[in-house]
């Protein structure tokens, strides 16, 4: 059964850090593009951080650029998400999706096939 699982989150003070992890199970991680998208209260969700299978260099979004860095191990079948310097506006439920072969990195919602549940950040002080 093809299954993404986050884990890693938790309640944290500004400035501190979290990583995160979204093992796979299911299927081979080493052919698909995965992402990290989160989702706050009210909001949208949207895209954070997006990593290719072929090793190129990653994309971030504007708001955690210098501060998130994505990672993937294939051998595990699990894909990272270091969080420094968090903020308070980092609070979210952040999920991993698995992007439709062969497509690209992007945001879009609907190229992406599967979903996580989700894992919650809190940062508070």
């Known amino acids: 059964q093809l299954q993404l699982v986050e884990s890693g989150g938790g309640l944290v003070q500004p400035g501190g850090s979290l990583r995160l992890s979204c093992a796979a199970s299911g299927f081979t991680l080493d052919y698909y593009n995965i992402a990290w998208f989160r989702q706050a209260p009210g909001k949208e969700r949207e895209g954070v951080s997006c990593?290719?299978?072929?090793?190129?260099?990653?994309t971030y979004a504007d708001s955690v650029k210098g501060r998130f860095t994505i990672s993937r191990d294939n051998a595990k079948n699990t894909v990272y998400l270091q969080m420094n310097s968090l903020k308070p506006e980092d609070t979210a439920v952040y999920y991993c999706?698995?992007?439709?072969?062969?497509?690209?990195?992007?945001?879009?919602?609907?190229?992406?096939?599967?979903w996580g549940q989700g894992t919650q950040v809190t940062v508070s002080s």
């Open positions: 999706a698995r992007l439709r072969r062969w497509r690209l990195c992007v945001f879009d919602r609907p190229a992406y096939d599967y």
């Open positions: 990593i290719s299978n072929s090793g190129g260099t990653p």
